[in-house]
Nanobody, 128 residues
Framework: QVQLVESGGGLAQAGDSLKLYCAAS????????MAWFRQAAGKESEFVAG????????EYLRSVKGRFTISRDNAESAVWLQMDGLKPEDTARYYC?????????????????????WGQGTQVTVSS
C-alpha cells in the first residue's frame, strides 16, 4: 500500500521559513517524479514544485521560484520543500504527490492529473 505522509506545516509570519517533509512508503521511490501541490481555501489546486526521479530536473511555480527549494533523497524515500521568505499568499494546504515514470526521462509534469499518489496534506498559514 502506497503512503505519502507530509509534515512540517504550521503557522508562520511573513518572511519566515518552513520546511515541509514527505515520507513515502510502499513504492519504488526512485521510479517516481515527486511534487508539491497546494490548495488555498476556495481556490483550485496548483503545482508548486517538482523534482525528477534522480533529482536532475526541477520545476517551480513562478511565484515561488527563488524562495522555495525542492529536494529528495532516494535512499530515504523522502522529499522536502524548503520555503523561505513566506508570504500570506502562500497560505494553503500543501500536498505531496508521486508520478510514476516508465522511461528513463528526467522531467517534471506540472499537471495534477499525471500524479498517481497523494498525501493527506499539511497546512501552512502565513500571517502578515
Amino acid at each position: 500500500q502506497v503512503q505519502l505522509v507530509e509534515s512540517g506545516g504550521g503557522l508562520a509570519q511573513a518572511g519566515d521559513s518552513l520546511k515541509l517533509y514527505c515520507a513515502a512508503s510502499g513504492l519504488t521511490f526512485e521510479k517516481y517524479t515527486m511534487a508539491w501541490f497546494r490548495q488555498a481555501a476556495g481556490k483550485e489546486s496548483e503545482f508548486v514544485a517538482g523534482i525528477s526521479r534522480a533529482g536532475r530536473a526541477t520545476e517551480y511555480l513562478r511565484s515561488v521560484k527563488g524562495r522555495f527549494t525542492i529536494s529528495r533523497d532516494n535512499a530515504e524515500s523522502a522529499v522536502w520543500l524548503q520555503m523561505d521568505g513566506l508570504k500570506p499568499e502562500d497560505t494553503a494546504r500543501y500536498y505531496c504527490a508521486a508520478d510514476q515514470i516508465f522511461t528513463d526521462r528526467e522531467a517534471v509534469d506540472r499537471s495534477l492529473s499525471s500524479y498517481d499518489y497523494w498525501g493527506q496534506g499539511t497546512q501552512v498559514t502565513v500571517s502578515s
